[in-house]
C-alpha cells in the first residue's frame, strides 16, 4: 500500500515576514507553502521588521494574520529585555517567548547580561499554570558559548525552554548532559543541517547561507546517529528574495516549508528513519512541547511511491527558491485535511484566505 494518512505535521519555526516584509513572504503564502509542505499548524517567530515585542504590535499581527492564514498559526513573542510588562498582557496568545543570543536577521539580539531578569519575568507571568509541563516555553538561539550560559541558567532558575537548531557536536552534546542531568530542556534541528554540510555552500553560494550555518559531515553524522536525543524537527522557514540573497547584507536563511517533509520521506525510503520518527518530531514532541491539541481529522495523505524533483517553479512560497533545488525526492503529500475539509489537493490550495485557526 503506498497511499498513507497521517495527522498533520507541527512546524514550531517559521518566519512569515508579514507585516511589513510581505515582498518576502505573506501569510497567505506562507501558509500555502505549509500546507503544500504538510504542515496543518506553524508557529510564526517574532524577528519581524517591526519586532514582535509589545502587545499592540502582536494584536496588529494576530489581525492582519486571521485575514490570510489557510492552515492554523501561532505566534511567539520577543523580547530585548525592555518590556518585561508585556509578558502579563500576552502570555494568552503566544505559545512561548524567542530570545535571540547569537547574531542572525532582524533586530532581537539580546545580551546577556539581561537573560536572567527575562527568565525570571516571564516565569512569574506564568504563575499561574499549575507545573512546568503546562508553561509555555523559552525558545533560545545560541550557539556554543552562549548556550552554556543559557544552560547555567537554566540549572539556576528552572525555566522550561526549548534550544532551536542545534547544529554541531558540541552544541547537541551539551544538551544531551543536560537533558541527563533531568533538566527541562527540548532542542530542535532544521531539515538544513540534516541534508546539507558545509560543502554545500561552494555550490549554493548565498543561498547556503543561514544561521546557525552549515557545518562538517561529522556534524551532520552526530545529528542523525543521536536522532534520539533530538525533540523536534523545524524548518526554520527564513525566506528572503533571490535578488536580496544575491546582494550584501545580512540576509541570513533558507525556505523550508514545502522540502521538510519530502527530504524526509525520501530518507524513510531510504530506511535511514521510520515514519514513526516523522509523527515522533514533527507532530508528537512538537504538541507536547508547545501545548498543542491534536485534530484527528486534521490529516494528510502521502503516496509513498512518487517519486519528483525539488523545482522552485512548483513552490508556493513567495521567495520562488530553494536549496534544494533540483533535489530527487520520494513521497509525495497528496491531499491535506483541516478539521475534515479537503484544504489541499493536486498541487491546489482549495480554501480561502482566512481558513486557518489562530491557536492560542
Ligand atoms: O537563518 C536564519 N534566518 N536564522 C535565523 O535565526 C533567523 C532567520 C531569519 O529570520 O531570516
Ligand atoms: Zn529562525
Not at 530542556?185 to 543561498?207: A, Q, R, S, Y
Not at 535511514?272 to 520518527?277: K, T
Amino acid at each position: 500500500m503506498s497511499l498513507i494518512t497521517l495527522l498533520g505535521l507541527i512546524d514550531p519555526h517559521v518566519h512569515l515576514r508579514d507585516p511589513r516584509q510581505t515582498h518576502k513572504e505573506d501569510f497567505y503564502t506562507g501558509t500555502c507553502a505549509a500546507l503544500a509542505g504538510g504542515f496543518t499548524t506553524i508557529l510564526d517567530m517574532p524577528n519581524n521588521k517591526t519586532p514582535i515585542t509589545t502587545f499592540r504590535v502582536l494584536n496588529e499581527k494576530i489581525k492582519i494574520a486571521k485575514e490570510k492564514i489557510v492552515c492554523d498559526v501561532g505566534f511567539y513573542f520577543g523580547s530585548l529585555g525592555d518590556n518585561l510588562d508585556e509578558f502579563e498582557k500576552v502570555k494568552n496568545k503566544v505559545l512561548g517567548l524567542k530570545l535571540y543570543l547569537n547574531e542572525t536577521t532582524g533586530n532581537l539580539l539580546i545580551d546577556k547580561m539581561e537573560l536572567e531578569k527575562i527568565f525570571l519575568a516571564w516565569s512569574q507571568s506564568m504563575s499561574l499554570h499549575s507545573n512546568i509541563l503546562s508553561t509555555k516555553p523559552i525558545l533560545i538561539h545560541a550557539e556554543e558559548k552562549m548556550l552554556n550560559v543559557v544552560i547555567d541558567l537554566v540549572k539556576k532558575l528552572g525555566n522550561k525552554i526549548h534550544v532551536c537548531h542545534i547544529s554541531t557536536v558540541s552544541d547537541l552534546t551539551q544538551i544531551i548532559k543536560a537533558k541527563e542531568e533531568g533538566l527541562p530542556i527540548t532542542c530542535g534541528v532544521t531539515p538544513h543541517h540534516l541534508f546539507l554540510t558545509e560543502n554545500d555552500v561552494k555550490t549554493l553560494g548565498p543561498f547556503g547561507k543561514m544561521k546557525p550555518g552549515l557545518k562538517s559531515k561529522k556534524d551532520q553524522d552526530f545529528l542523525w546517529k543521536n536522532l534520539k536525543y533530538i525533540d523536534v524537527i523545524e524548518s526554520d522557514h527564513a525566506p528572503h528574495t533571490v535578488n536580496e540573497k544575491r546582494g550584501e547584507g545580512t540576509t541570513y536563511g533558507v525556505p523550508g516549508l514545502e522540502t521538510t517533509l519530502p527530504l524526509l520521506l525520501t530518507a524513510v525510503s531510504e530506511k535511514r528513519i521510520e515514519i514513526d520518527d516523522i509523527m515522533r518530531l514533527c507532530h508528537k514532541n512538537t504538541a507536547k512541547i508547545f501545548g498543542i491539541k491534536s485534530d484527528p481529522q486534521t490529516k494528510i495523505e502521502i503516496n509513498l511511491h512518487t517519486s519528483y524533483f525539488i523545482l522552485h517553479t512548483s513552490l508556493f512560497t513567495k521567495c520562488g527558491w530553494s536549496p534544494f533545488e533540483g533535489w530527487k525526492v520520494k513521497g509525495k503529500i497528496e491531499r491535506v485535511f483541516i478539521r475534515g475539509e479537503k484544504v489541499f489537493e493536486d498541487g491546489k490550495v482549495l480554501v480561502k484566505p482566512g481558513f486557518g485557526k489562530i491557536l492560542i
